[in-house]
């Protein structure tokens, strides 16, 4: 990633003979290829640049797309609400741009992937290959996740797509006991949907979060809040697919809501459930 004196970033693949042109001037690729990470190369017109390895986040927001990305906050999110680790065996979809993919990948997931598009599944194919390479551990499949999920005994299933509540019965069936569902969602009447049909299914310590993400501006002793941000995103729910019972313990209903159950204190958030029960 080449960034001028404005901070513009440029995110270009480095071919051997080849040059790269802005407003600013021509940059030749020979002149970059080999320089140490973090070096400055100077272009036609004479304007520095710096030379970095792009980030994962870096190159999900430069990357080619066909559909909207998830943006790297909610990414990093999913990361630690979906407990990806290396070998975890991941069924995402909707698959769009790859940008999900690509962080599963990268935490060490074995992810397979449901996309309805053609040339959304094209597109995150080749941006997986590009920042993984080939060998990744992903394959994608054209078709449609609300008809059902072949794969079995999965450790996550990730979704982002309109209607995730329609994955949810496939999922009980793909998803190994214990297994972890994460859906990101842009409104929370989505999330309301999605959130009652896990509370009717055999899916449990559910938990929706919203992540904000403020940056600062910090010059001498001009410190505080950058005047913009990124407003909203999407929410993200997690739930675990439990081993059903008959009769669940109190203590669960009463923290995480039971399908018919009209107790209230499920509206309350955990620490401020009254333990006395009243
Ligand atoms: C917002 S995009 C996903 C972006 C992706 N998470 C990323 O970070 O790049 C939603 C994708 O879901 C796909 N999709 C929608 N409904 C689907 C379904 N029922 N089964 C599979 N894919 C679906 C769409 O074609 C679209 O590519």
Redesign the pocket.
């Known amino acids: 990633m080449l960034v001028d004196a404005k901070e513009r970033h440029y995110l270009i693949t480095l071919r051997a003979g080849t040059s790269f042109h802005t407003h600013a001037g021509i940059i030749v690729h020979d002149e970059v290829i080999g320089v140490v990470d973090g070096s400055t190369v100077t272009g036609s017109t004479g304007r520095r640049f710096l030379v970095v390895r792009p980030t994962l986040s870096e190159v999900?927001l430069k990357m080619p797309?066909?559909?909207?990305?998830?943006y790297p906050k909610d990414?990093a999110a999913i990361m630690m609400l979906a407990d990806i680790a290396p070998g975890v065996r991941v069924l995402?979809?909707?698959?769009?741009?790859?940008?999900?993919?690509?962080?599963l990948l990268r935490a060490g997931a074995d992810v397979v992937g449901?996309?309805?598009?053609q040339d959304?599944?094209n597109r995150?194919r080749s941006?997986v290959i590009d920042l993984i390479g080939a060998d990744a551990p992903y394959r994608v499949e054209l078709?449609?996740?609300?008809?059902g999920i072949d794969e079995r005994d999965l450790d996550r299933v990730v979704l982002?797509?309109?209607?995730p509540w329609?994955?949810l019965p496939h999922a009980e069936t793909a998803l190994r006991p214990g297994g972890i569902l994460c859906a990101?969602l842009p409104t929370i009447n989505q999330t309301a949907q999605l959130r009652a049909a896990i509370d009717a299914g055999p899916f449990g310590l559910a938990s929706t979060v919203e992540v904000l993400h403020r940056t600062w501006h910090i010059e001498e002793r001009s410190v505080r809040p950058d005047h913009r941000m990124v407003g909203h995103t999407g929410f993200l729910t997690t739930a675990r697919l439990l081993v059903p019972v008959d009769d669940p313990p109190p203590y669960n209903a009463a923290r995480y809501g039971r399908p018919g159950s009209t107790d209230r204190r499920f509206d309350l958030v955990p620490d401020e459930v009254d333990p006395t029960g009243v």
């Open positions: 999900v797309r066909g559909a909207q990305v998830i990414l995402e979809a909707g698959v769009g741009s790859g940008a999900l993919s690509m962080a449901y996309e309805l598009r959304f599944a995150a941006n078709r449609d996740a609300y008809e982002d797509l309109a209607e329609r994955v990101y």
